[in-house]
């Protein structure tokens, strides 16, 4: 009976262990924590694979190669990624030439009096006029800017004057006008600041949507072995169950025997009552992360979702810590998305700073003009040339200066932020080595406190057979094996997690 009930206790441990813990000796032999591999590269799946992968168990790439497609934070990001790049390949329309044409027809009649003879008698008068105007506009790379201008003009007119003949006349000119700015708004970082300014904006966008996508795949690790605990948790409170049931079967058969006595009995009854409410528990748990894990994924809710077992294990290899840090202060996606904001501020900063100067435009305007009279068979053409040099300043203007001011502060802002953030990077890299450290010596002492539960577990069974304990210490003994066995999964799963967070934090995969 005790060697049978050995088995049974033993038999319970590995149920809930089994494909999850892989032993201390094969985790030191690792040199990187199993999974991180190319998680980083991996490339979303299309809508047919996803139907397909969905139908077997899930393992942790796949459901990382399905939040890529589909999680909708992520999408959210890439909207914003593409609104940046549309804005970049706009800004280039800044030395595009820009074509224009207008064109206007007008024709009116009127009944006024004409004959001085017969002012009771209005005269009927037509007036048509149309015209037409183009223009052509283009910037350069110094700031300055070409303007060509040309119009047809023609107008056919009733005499105003009794005995005057009815008029027609044609009118063509152009100008050509050329203005380059000497200060305010001159030269090649003012002319291209649109567009520097829209790639800053792209570039940061860019590294934001690495950042969303370094955070998904946290995500997911976090909602995946959230799952996998609530599981294994499950599967604990099972064992449990089960171990209970038996307790209480042996503690009735010796009641019935006059070797137990009814306390006995009751609480083995109870125990089982007990571990059969954390089983309710647990299990509604289980069904909250899944659900969980399924809104990470970009799921339907009711999506049914099944996990491949998975063997976790651990390191002893040490962190080192002055690699990661310099690594994250590298690759942070976060920390590059807020340099080039800094490096967009400093654009502005200097633009607002060039509103402060004096408006010097050197301007070259040649125009010419054509005027036909068809009626008198009379051209009369005429040219100008034009160079100037204008100069304007406003005095005492306030809103320049205010925005100066509010472009430099923003940038000394913007570099305190990177400040903060690199040296909170630093902080948090440190503090995840130090958990690290703490889980790998709470795993092995957890272990040897599971080891230690299962001989309690024996001997407080031999104990009771032998009529010299009660089952209060077979019971005492399962609750520690119980509360073991779940502190040792929650510790692993910490461990993971612990190491998942630092690759957000460093942009790339562990490898110790």
Not at 213 to 237: C, H, M, P, W
Not at 491 to 509: F, M, N, R, S, V
Request: proline content about 4%.
């Amino acid at each position: 009976m005790m060697c049978c009930k050995k088995t049974i206790y033993r038999l319970s441990l590995n149920l809930c262990l089994a494909g999850f813990i892989t032993g201390v000796a094969f985790a030191q032999a690792k040199k990187s924590p199993q999974g991180n591999g190319d998680m980083f590269n991996l490339k979303p799946y299309t809508e047919a694979e996803i139907e397909a992968v969905i139908k077997k168990p899930l393992k942790l790439e796949d459901c990382i190669r399905i939040a890529l497609g589909k999680n909708i934070q992520l999408q959210i990001a890439k909207r914003d990624l593409d609104i940046a790049e549309a804005a970049v390949s706009g800004s280039y329309s800044t030395f595009f030439p820009i074509f224009s044409i207008a064109a206007s027809s007008q024709k009116r009649n009127e009944n006024r009096p004409v004959d001085p003879s017969k002012p009771n008698n209005p005269t009927d008068l037509s007036f048509d006029n149309s015209s037409i105007l183009g223009e052509v506009r283009q910037t350069f790379i110094t700031g300055g800017v070409l303007t060509i201008t040309g119009d047809f003009r023609r107008d056919l007119n009733s005499p105003d004057k009794f005995g005057a003949p009815p008029t027609q006349t044609q009118n063509r000119g152009y100008t050509i006008d050329f203005t380059q700015p000497l200060l305010r708004g001159a030269w090649f970082t003012m002319a291209r600041s649109p567009i520097k300014l829209a790639d800053y904006d792209r570039k940061a966008q860019e590294r934001s949507f690495t950042s969303a996508k370094l955070q998904t795949i946290f995500d997911v690790k976090q909602a995946y072995y959230s799952v996998l605990l609530r599981k294994e948790i499950v599967g604990a409170n099972r064992a449990a169950i089960k171990r209970d049931s038996t307790l209480l079967r042996l503690s009735q058969s010796k009641f019935n025997a006059s070797l137990a006595t009814r306390r006995d009995v009751l609480s083995a009854e109870i125990q089982l009552a007990e571990d059969r409410s954390s089983l309710l528990s647990s299990q509604s748990d289980y069904e909250k992360a899944m659900d969980d894990l399924k809104d990470v994924l970009g799921l339907p809710l009711e999506t049914h979702l099944e996990l491949e077992d998975v063997k976790l294990s651990y390191s002893t290899e040490p962190l080192d810590v002055d690699f990661l840090i310099r690594h994250a202060i590298e690759n942070n996606p976060q920390i590059q998305s807020l340099e080039y904001a800094i490096k967009r501020t400093d654009l502005q900063r200097r633009v607002a700073k060039n509103q402060l100067l004096p408006r010097l435009d050197l301007s070259v305007q040649y125009n010419g003009s054509f005027d036909t009279d068809t009626d008198l068979n009379k051209d009369i053409k005429s040219n100008n040339f034009l160079v100037s040099l204008n100069l304007s300043y406003p005095f005492l203007d306030r809103a320049a200066s205010a925005n100066a001011e509010k472009a430099r502060l923003a940038l000394s802002q913007q570099e305190y932020r990177l400040a903060d953030m690199k040296r909170q990077i630093v902080r948090s890299i440190r503090n995840i080595v130090r958990s690290t450290y703490s889980s790998i010596q709470e795993i092995q002492v957890l272990q040897r406190s599971m080891d230690a539960a299962v001989q309690k577990v024996e001997f407080a069974t031999t104990m009771f057979n032998l009529g010299r304990a009660s089952n209060l210490d077979i019971t005492d003994a399962q609750q520690s094996l119980l509360k073991s066995q779940i502190q040792y999964v929650q510790k692993l799963i910490d461990y993971h997690l612990q190491l998942a967070l630092l690759e957000t934090l460093i942009g790339q995969p562990i490898v110790q």
